[in-house]
């Protein structure tokens, strides 16, 4: 070690004591004298050089004075980086660092070291908000910063692969663009006013962990040799996905770790650091930690690597599915962002060794995933932190949104856009599903009804802001010319989205407030996805006839293209009877279902605007059996009346009439309660068994095999096996509910096909009662 090229540094109890020192504004002094009288004539000569009296003693006053600005912001750059954990800093102020022989060596305002790297920054000050030049402390910078890497290496020993990074700390300045595109070609980081305020905040929340985001932040992208690092892992896969489980030091996972997007240093982002990492929950797992506490259960991490590389995996040995080796993690800051664990991983840097706790004998589990693709991952933090620590799924929602904001991973920043949007529907008042879904602290109700995570996997769907492929953005109809312009594509989406779903409730109020109550559709979650559906195939079809793509309109002209179409749609839709709209919910909730749904609306378009025809509808109404639904519905009508006088004849002769032994032997409890209930809501009207649903049907003909094997199997399976034999009356049900249904078109040919079978075998296997 070379002690002669650069110094003095201060370390261990010296840091601290030093730190107290500089936390303070002011700089202090102390007048002595042989008597008070001479003490205060001396306290009066300095108070006219600006000092004034802090406190007074029996023998001495003590003065302070406020410290030059300048010194102020080394001071609070010092004391920034001192609290974030850096273990070595500049003693003082004359600190040095060699550059060239013959030349004197050049003062550093604030020098700060770690394991791995170090960190060397000058700073300036302006008494008030104004420009000042910067071209010469850039240059100057240029010039010293490959000898001044000579001479930290000399000093430290070529072993220590040390990353440097020089930078300027500001306070009132107004940096010009030219003097910020220096620095980003001399890859000198710059920490503004607002930056400071960033990190200062930052280490308040995350003390020591904070750190390692500022170091992100500084060598962003950067491979940094003293943070490789390599483990015993073992390799499986889970769902189809590759993973890797293993044991590692808090600290060292802390390096590579993160909770929020990592390219964001936003004051904004800091209350999502504070919801995400409360720290009153940190400051109670730091005690328990303190006091021997252990976690069994895994961190899980989905670990990113530049250009999606695969980690190094050095396999040594198979055993089953798993494969255990050493994987080399990435040594880079920043790598791992936390899906699950964040407590208990940030915890540590609360906590303080002691007899409990000592970080060189605490590993913590670890899964890791590699490179997960941004909804899989967002999907994974919303159902282990919903359902694990039971958080609200819609407050993962907006967290998530938060956290990945902007992000420099496009998959994941559009994710987060895609959250926020949903997110403000909610809670923009001016939008008409203000206050509709179901997030944190409040409850579900017929109108409540909708969830973010829904109306964000409609909007993803239906492609409305664009989709993500291969690190760009393919625009959408309600996104804008430029994709990755996150903020405008915000709102305009959510402008456009106003204006039709406002069209909706206008037009249907009724519809509209129902929500999903028994005469509600529109406004559920599965009436929204389908309509994000319809919204994008108009928007195709505008663009094919008109050759209008609206990503290139504003949002109040997209709404115009659209409003014509869905104006249709509204009006349609309130011209048909409520047991007309119910029909739309009895097709299911699944993709397929929803794009049934859309398919459906698209009908009602057509009926009013001919000429719109998008890709698949006629395919869709191709496949519907208009002229059989009706015939298919008088059916099983038919074949439910059959059914009920020959089961309830049947039961009756077998178990007798006398007490209703029939109905008490003969009809499972369940569905003797159900009927019950229903037939008091009707005062009794009628008797208990005509509340009897076609789908009761297979579960009294189970319950009474031996009466009804060789008639009710219709010979479709063989009669031993009673719930496949019976099946047909499951299936018919199904049907039945779209039946329900007067519009032409929701029956295929297949289901009425199948309706023409089973009524052809009731009439040949079921004899009249």
């Not at 994987?327 to 007899?355: F, T």
């Not at 309660?673 to 009628?686: A, F, I, P, V």
């Not at 096996?721 to 032409?744: C, F, G, M």
């Amino acid at each position: 070690m070379a002690d002669d090229v650069m110094g003095p540094t201060v370390t261990g109890d010296d840091l601290d004591s030093e730190l107290r020192q500089r936390k303070s504004k002011d700089i202090f002094h102390t007048v002595t004298g042989s008597t008070r009288k001479v003490i205060a004539e001396k306290v009066a000569l300095e108070e006219q050089d600006g000092w004034r009296v802090a406190k007074k003693n029996k023998k001495s006053t003590r003065l302070a004075k406020a410290k030059p600005a300048h010194e102020q912001l080394e001071d609070e750059v010092w004391c920034l980086l001192a609290q974030m954990g850096f273990q070595e800093l500049n003693k003082g102020r004359l600190f040095t660092i060699a550059v060239e022989d013959g030349l004197n060596p050049r003062q550093i305002d604030v020098f700060a070291k770690d394991d791995e790297t170090v960190i060397i920054v000058e700073c300036r000050q302006k008494a008030t908000v104004g420009r000042k030049p910067m071209a010469d402390l850039i240059e100057k910078i240029r010039a010293l910063r490959e000898a001044a890497q000579k001479s930290i290496k000399l000093h430290y020993g070529s072993q220590k692969k040390l990353k440097v990074k020089f930078a300027i700390a500001t306070r009132n300045i107004i940096w010009g663009e030219a003097d910020l595109e220096k620095c980003k070609e001399y890859q000198i980081a710059v920490i503004s006013d607002q930056l400071l305020d960033y990190y200062k905040q930052l280490t308040q929340h995350l003390k020591m962990a904070a750190r390692f985001q500022f170091l992100a932040h500084m060598f962003e992208g950067q491979r940094v040799d003293g943070l490789a690092q390599t483990v015993v892992a073992t390799r499986g896969k889970m769902g189809g996905r590759p993973f890797y489980t293993f044991l590692i030091r808090p600290e060292e996972l802390m390096k590579i770790a993160y909770v929020g997007h990592k390219g964001s240093r936003d004051i904004e982002n800091l209350e999502t650091y504070q919801r995400m990492l409360q720290s009153d929950r940190l400051k109670g797992i730091a005690k328990y930690i303190n006091e021997g506490g252990k976690f069994p259960t895994n961190i899980v991490v989905n670990l990113k690597l530049p250009g999606k590389k695969e980690p190094q995996f050095d396999k040594k040995e198979t055993v089953g599915e798993e494969i255990l080796g050493f994987l080399h993690l990435p040594p880079i800051y920043a790598s791992a962002w936390v899906i699950d664990g964040q407590h208990r991983l940030y915890g540590y840097a609360y906590a303080r060794e002691n007899g409990g706790f000592k970080s060189d004998e605490t590993v913590l589990p670890v899964l890791a995933y590699v490179n997960l693709p941004a909804d899989e991952e967002m999907d994974l933090f919303i159902d282990i932190n919903s359902k694990q620590v039971k958080v609200k799924t819609g407050l993962l929602v907006e967290l998530y949104s938060d956290l990945h904001w902007k992000s420099d991973d496009v998959e994941e920043a559009f994710q987060a856009l895609l959250s926020r949007i949903a997110y403000r529907l909610n809670k923009d008042k001016a939008s008409p599903l203000f206050d509709r879904m179901v997030v944190s602290g409040t409850r579900k109700t017929n109108v409540r009804c909708l969830t973010q995570t829904s109306i964000r996997d409609g909007l993803k769907v239906a492609r409305l802001i664009g989709s993500p492929l291969k690190g760009m953005i393919v625009p959408g109809p309600l996104s804008t010319g430029d994709p990755l312009n996150y903020d405008a594509n915000l709102k305009k989406s959510l402008s456009v989205l106003t204006e039709c779903l406002a069209l909706f409730a206008n037009i249907l109020p009724n519809q509209w407030a129902a929500g999903d109550s028994p005469t509600g559709y529109v406004c559920t979650n599965n009436g929204l996805r389908a309509l994000f559906l319809v919204i994008q195939d108009v928007a195709e079809h505008v663009r094919q006839n008109s050759g209008i793509d609206l990503a290139l309109l504003n949002a109040d002209e997209t709404f115009k293209e659209l409003e014509p179409y869905l104006t249709a749609l509204a009006d349609q839709l309130a011209s048909v009877a409520p047991n007309d709209i119910q029909a739309f919910r009895k097709i299911g909730s699944s993709l397929t279902a929803v794009k049934q749904q859309s398919f459906g609306m698209e009908a009602y378009i057509q009926a009013k605007l001919s000429d719109f025809r998008p890709l698949g509808l006629q395919e869709y109404l191709a496949s519907r059996d208009a002229a059989g639904a009706d015939a298919a519905a008088a059916k099983v009508t038919q074949i439910h009346k059959k059914l009920f006088n020959y089961v309830i004849e049947t039961l009756k002769d077998h178990f007798g009439r006398d007490h209703k032994a029939w109905w008490t032997q003969g009809v499972p409890l369940t569905i003797r309660l159900s009927c019950t209930q229903e037939w008091e809501k009707k005062n009794r009207e009628g008797d208990e068994e005509s509340h009897l649903y076609l789908i009761n049907y297979q579960d009294i003909a189970v319950a009474n095999w031996d009466l009804f094997r060789d008639t009710l199997s219709l010979g479709y399976k063989d009669p031993d096996n009673k719930k496949e034999s019976t099946k047909w009356i499951k299936v018919l049900n199904d049907i039945r509910q779209y039946t329900a249904h007067p519009e032409k078109g929701l029956l295929s040919k297949e289901q009425v096909s199948f309706v023409n079978e089973v009524y052809e075998k009731v009439e040949h296997h079921i004899p009249a009662r």
